[in-house]
């Protein structure tokens, strides 16, 4: 390699580094400002509750048969690999309150989450991609109308208050999974598995796995409606703004997940 080629090699690393950089103030100051303009709206008429109840449609009820079938196998699998390692201890009784812990508190959450930003927020990212590549949310606004109080405001209220209620659910059917397994499969009473279930959880899981699947519904709705009204380059843009818009929704959960993870260990130890 010639000193030329060393040259060069270096001014492209740095290059991609510096687009890197700027890529990624530009996303986190875009969010920024879209995640501030939407709150405030929420408060501001006129209210929406008809455009609100037809987007938890869309993010909640629509999306119960993929939460059921994933929390269900969730809890057969689970139970079955703790299943592997508490036998050899011959503590198979504790199956249960280590299912419904791993769940309450991080599994269902999580899950549903990335379940939602699959489904809700590509969903999301296509429908307002297509709006923005053929112009009609350039109409919205000559017509006086706010695209973001319009069509962010209820899709984000729609995601806060549904992802916690799939989350309860899928904790339900996961535990309901566990239950299965380890009353049919591996002996152990009915009434037996419920009583340790119950008496291994307390208020604090509950809220604590709750809490936090209200702000990962906002990210993802955040995320999504960023990534629509930023597309550009007509279909293909739509379909690269759909892939950056799950990609990023995942991450974003992932370290949300972590950092909530951190506060509530130290606020309830």
């Not at 599994?107 to 429908?127: D, K, M, N, W, Y």
């Not at 904790?171 to 152990?188: E, M, P, T």
């Amino acid at each position: 390699m010639t000193i030329w080629h060393l040259k060069q090699a270096l001014i492209n690393f740095f290059l991609t580094i510096g687009r890197t950089v700027v890529d990624t103030m530009y996303f986190l100051g875009g969010m920024t400002n879209l995640a501030f303009q939407s709150i405030y709206l929420i408060f501001v008429p006129p209210f929406k509750r008809d455009k609100f109840f037809e987007q938890a449609k869309k993010a909640g009820f629509d999306s119960l048969p993929i939460v059921s079938l994933v929390a269900l196998f969730i809890g057969f699998i689970f139970a079955l690999q703790t299943a592997y390692f508490m036998q050899r201890l011959g503590s198979e009784i504790y199956i249960s309150s280590m299912v419904a812990l791993s769940l309450v508190r991080e599994l269902g959450p999580v899950l549903t989450a990335l379940i939602v930003a699959g489904r809700v927020g590509a969903s999301i990212t296509a429908e307002l991609g297509s709006m923005q590549v053929t112009e009609q949310i350039d109409a919205l606004e000559t017509f006086a109308t706010n695209p973001i109080k319009y069509l962010v405001v209820p899709r984000l209220l729609a995601l806060a208050f549904m992802v916690p209620l799939l989350t309860l659910y899928a904790d339900i059917i996961g535990i309901l999974g566990s239950y299965i397994i380890c009353v049919f499969r591996l002996g152990i009473s009915s009434d037996m598995y419920l009583n340790v279930t119950f008496d291994s959880l307390l208020y604090k899981d509950l809220f604590t796995g709750l809490f936090k699947t209200t702000f990962f519904g906002m990210i993802i709705a955040w995320v999504s409606c960023f990534e629509a009204f930023n597309v550009q380059g007509g279909a293909e843009g739509v379909g690269r703004a759909t892939t950056r818009c799950v990609v990023t929704s995942f991450i974003m959960i992932i370290v949300a997940d972590c950092f909530f993870t951190a506060l509530f260990y130290f606020i309830f130890p």
